[in-house]
């Protein structure tokens, strides 16, 4: 495992970045804020394309940037791969090109990948004697990426990849990003201000604000922490991962969870497979005793561990455990009061609606 | 035409081939700075390496002449070389189209590398490539537009001059008479004729040079496209 370290200083007069991180060697992390938060500030310092006076990041063994004793390698000496907002493939040279100048300038014993399989794997197997102009926006991105892998990074970095493509180029490239998660075992940072990118892409969650991080832990953790900022509580909700574990007669499925189970619409997926469920607070609601005669599904037992309130004048947020699972239920003061839901509280859980990520 | 007209024509395409091949190895650098430096240096380079656009040619052929004649700062390095004097030399007149046609390989170069901005080096720089690396993978081929028509346009522009040609190289046939001086001569000579084919070569020659560039030229490629 190359356990990623970064401490970065940077200070721009009317914006300072200030950061001490220490992140998974594997999987995705996730940098999520609202614009100016220095997220793209942050990624920029990590590939070395913007140089922090007071600057550390390692990545295992591997030391790239430590200013107090005067080392800082250069952004074309480093093994990471870089994905910029927009796709910024070379003009005058054709996809093909576009994937070999990255590939052709490592040695041969360190090549991971072949270009014919990665172009496979992004699905642009067939563009490759394309020149970049006449790709849609989707596939753009998709070179890029290939582009990138082809370095065999030992670190992937993403710039919100998906920012500047609509919601069915998005859609469009989604699964590809899934299976980079799934087949790669790098760790990869990606930059996103979109709630719904990082809640099915990412395992480790960065809220970063102004310029500071505010959390750092994992995604399903993260999320279900209703102590941060309220900027960030305005989409409050977490994230499940579940197992599907049967299809029933009526046409629902089964997904198994630590400490419960829930049931949504039929799912294809082969039984066993793994699936990312979302739920929103505002979709969740609570009860003192065992609702019965209710339409309402799939109904928990928790226990409350606290509450607080929220930007919303007269609302408050519950954070509750299901065995070792937290969720989070947005409900109003008063009902809080009237049910007097107070943190060891045990509340029946109502969960009005699930979105599966994955 | 007489043998007198195809030495100039030939004397003229030597001196623009070989100012032309200056300029490309001394601009790059100069306009590759010009282009990506923030220092407060850049004004005074910039007006200075346009100052050929805005002076009489005269009156830089007059300073060359006194740099380089034999009491000038130039002429006594080049005395002190064993090289003798450059002035009414191919040589001197090599050095002084160089000075004079500067800007016309500077502009165009410039403005490519300035339109290329930032974003295609970072890019190289993650995917392993070096910055002299990256110069000649990325910048030159993106610069194309831009190198052709800083070539052309100095190349051209080396074959016009006249004036700093008089001051610096006078008029030796064979060494330093051009076409643009020949055609004086003829003129000069009441032989409008012989005039008349150097200076319709001339103006065919300057048509179709202005007609690859407006033709090729970056901007108004963008424009029809936009």
Redesign the interface.
């Known amino acids: 495992m190359n356990i990623v370290r970064a401490t970065f200083r940077i200070d721009r007069g009317d914006f300072q970045l200030e950061v001490d991180l220490t992140l998974p060697g594997r999987g995705v992390t996730a940098l999520f804020g609202h614009s100016g938060s220095g997220k793209t500030t942050l990624l920029r310092a990590i ?1 070395g ?1 913007e140089r922090a006076k007071l600057g550390l990041f390692s990545l295992g063994d591997t030391v790239w940037q430590d200013e107090s004793r005067d080392i800082f390698v ?4 480093r093994a ?3 994905v ?1 907002q ?1 796709a ?1 493939l ?3 040279l054709t996809v093909k090109g576009n994937l070999e ?2 590939l052709k ?2 040695a041969e014993p360190k090549r991971r990948f072949n270009l014919f399989e990665v172009a496979e794997l992004l699905g642009i197997g067939n563009l490759l004697e394309r020149r970049p102009v006449s790709l849609s926006g989707g596939e753009r991105q998709r070179v890029a990426i290939a ?2 892998l082809l ?1 065999a990074p030992q670190l992937l970095l993403m710039d919100e990849p998906l920012a500047s493509l609509d919601l069915k180029r998005k859609l469009e490239i989604l699964p590809y990003l899934e299976r980079l998660h799934d087949e790669l075992s790098i760790p990869i940072i990606y930059v996103s201000h979109s709630p719904d990118e990082v809640a099915r892409l990412a395992d480790h969650l960065v809220l970063l604000d102004e310029g500071k991080v505010v959390a750092s832990g994992l995604l399903t953790e993260t999320l279900a922490r209703i102590d941060l900022p309220p900027t960030f509580a305005d989409d409050a909700g977490v994230v499940l991962e579940t197992v599907l574990s049967s299809n029933e007669a009526d046409s629902l499925s089964r997904l198994d969870f630590q400490g419960g189970s829930i049931y949504v619409g039929q799912r294809y997926e082969a039984l066993g497979s793994r699936l990312r469920c979302r739920i929103h607070a505002r979709d969740v609601s609570l009860a003192l005793v065992k609702p019965q005669a209710t339409s309402i599904l799939n109904i928990l037992e928790g226990r409350v561990t606290s509450v607080v309130s929220t930007n919303t004048p007269g609302h408050v947020l519950v954070q509750l455990y299901v065995g070792p699972t937290p969720i989070v239920a947005r409900i109003t003061e008063r009902s809080r009061r009237d049910l007097s839901i107070q943190p060891g509280s045990r509340v029946w859980v109502q969960i009005k609606s699930v979105a599966i990520l994955a | 035409m007489n043998a007198q007209d195809f030495d100039a024509i030939w004397l003229t395409v030597k001196l623009a081939s070989t100012v032309t091949v200056f300029l490309l190895l001394i601009g790059t650098p100069i306009s590759w700075w010009l282009a990506r430096t923030r220092s407060r240096l850049k004004g005074v380079v910039s007006a200075v390496v346009a100052l050929p656009l805005v002076l009489p040619p005269t009156v830089l052929g007059f300073y060359l002449l006194l740099a380089m004649g034999p009491n000038g700062p130039v002429g006594h390095i080049t005395q002190a070389l064993g090289l003798g004097v450059l002035p009414f030399t191919f040589p001197g007149l090599v050095i002084a189209s160089i000075l004079y046609s500067f800007p016309f390989m500077i502009q165009p170069l410039q403005n490519a590398f300035a339109a290329i901005g930032d974003r295609p080096l970072e890019v190289a720089a993650t995917l392993r490539a070096s910055p002299w690396n990256t110069f000649w993978s990325v910048v030159v081929p993106l610069a194309r537009p831009g190198f052709l028509s800083g070539t052309i346009l100095a190349f051209a522009h080396t074959v016009g001059e006249f004036g700093v040609v008089l001051m610096i190289g006078g008029n030796i046939p064979g060494r330093t008479r051009v076409v643009s001086v020949q055609i004086y001569d003829h003129v000069e000579a009441l032989e409008y004729t012989q005039g008349h084919w150097l200076a319709a070569c001339m103006m065919v020659f300057s048509f179709a040079v202005l007609l690859t560039v407006y033709t090729f030229n970056p901007q108004t490629v963008r424009g029809r496209e936009a």
Do not use: K, N, Q, V
């Open positions: 590939a394309l250069p952004t074309h000496l990471l791969g870089y910029f927009e910024s070379f003009e005058h100048f990255g300038r490592i582009r990138a370095t």
